[in-house]
């Protein structure tokens, strides 16, 4: 009994480590941290919710479905000068062939002092075929341009 209970403790443990490796893995495929040429940037980040007041991000992944909308969560350095960023949202294969490296929009939004964050949306859009707000399913790129310079891209997936 001792021994079975032993090799049970044991068997948990490795279960613990590999979900912890597996989650950090998930969470490292969608952040990407920025040296100091990226100023006023620290990291950026894809995820399915930001917190509404402080815009930080939640439900982090680079992984969406055809309904979800898709945040871009950017950590600012502390004290950012007035700064225009842009999201570029890029559609690059998938089900639609003849859209491809097709740009479906960029949004601009100003960076400053006052803000630890800034996030941008992708929301899905209305269907001819369906009749719903949804993306198509294949793969995306977001690039963050910062003072009219491409800085990161971040790829993500919609099924």
Known sequence: ???????MRYCKTIIVV????LMS?????CLQELG?????????????????????????TNTFSVNDTVYCSLKLIDEAPLTLIKARWIYVRGEMPDWPETAFGEEPHFANYLLKYLSFSFRPFHSSDTGKLVHYKGDYIVKIIIADTPKVSLPFKVQ
């Open 25 to 29: 893995v998930v969470a490292g495929s």
């Open 1 to 7: 009994m001792w021994r079975g209970g032993l090799h």
């Open 36 to 60: 100091p040429d990226a100023a006023p940037v620290k990291a950026v980040v894809l995820c399915k919710n930001i917190d509404e007041k402080t815009q930080e991000p939640r439900d982090i």
């Open 18 to 21: 590999i979900i912890s490796f």
